[in-house]
């Protein structure tokens, strides 16, 4: 049994960072749009975005795709193996890949409840509750869970900078992306391109924005004041 609900959520807190920074650069990059920002303005706002949601399925759909090929290569996941923890089977060794993908499947099943809206945080607190009371999860049935005996602060202290790595990634794409291809000196349609590119980027309505006043001198844009 592996009855250690923190550490089996920051494992896979990794693993889901992972992803979602393989699954937002990938966004930004061939849409053009930040979904990170959209989500950011979903929550502020309390508007829907249909968007802003399917990214977050797109993140646990790669999940649901990688992992079991970690699992059956080399026993773990980068989360996993953060916390020296290995996915065996009842024999001791690695997962086949029906195998993987079978747990996979109960994780996003038990453990996720299919993200449906709600239930999700029911299937939350009830693997909690059961992961704490030193119930076999129901994916890890017929499965073997290698891990250390106590638990190790080397192994916090790896998990910390990994997550702060990447973060940065994460944030380090988002600038990259959201910086305008056209660059000084602007002409007046450059400075307005450069303006949809931002508000299309980080899904802003351009009426949220100020009034300019733009100050042209032999074509070029020299100096910008606005009101609200």
């Not at 650069?25 to 249909?50: C, E, K, Q």
């Not at 073997?144 to 990447?166: A, C, E, M, N």
Request: net charge positive; proline share 5%; hydrophobic share 50%.
């Amino acid at each position: 049994l592996y009855s250690h609900p923190f550490l089996r959520f920051f494992a896979r807190m990794i693993d889901t960072m992972l992803c979602m920074v393989i699954v937002v650069f990938l966004i930004r990059m061939i849409y053009g749009w930040d979904p990170v920002a959209a989500m950011s303005s979903m929550l502020f706002t309390g508007s829907a975005s249909n968007t802003g949601m399917v990214w977050m399925y797109a993140v646990y759909a790669l999940m649901f795709l990688i992992e079991p090929v970690f699992i059956h290569f080399f026993g773990t996941t980068p989360g996993k193996f953060i916390f020296k923890v290995r996915i065996l089977d009842a024999s001791g060794q690695k997962l086949s890949f029906k195998a993987a993908y079978i747990r996979s499947f109960r994780i996003l099943r038990y453990g996720y409840g299919f993200m449906i809206p709600i239930y999700i945080f029911y299937r939350y607190f009830r693997s909690f509750i059961d992961c704490r009371a030193g119930l076999v999860m129901p994916w890890d049935s017929q499965i073997t869970i290698k891990h250390p005996d106590s638990f190790r602060y080397s192994s916090i202290g790896l998990f910390i900078p990994v997550v702060l790595l990447i973060s940065f990634i994460n944030g380090f794409t988002g600038i990259m992306f959201e910086m305008p291809s056209l660059k000084a000196p602007l002409s007046e349609d450059a400075f307005y391109e450069n303006f949809a590119h931002v508000a299309r980027y980080n899904s802003i309505s351009t009426t949220d924005f100020p009034n300019y006043r733009l100050t042209v001198e032999n074509g070029v844009v020299t100096a910008v004041s606005f009101t609200r």
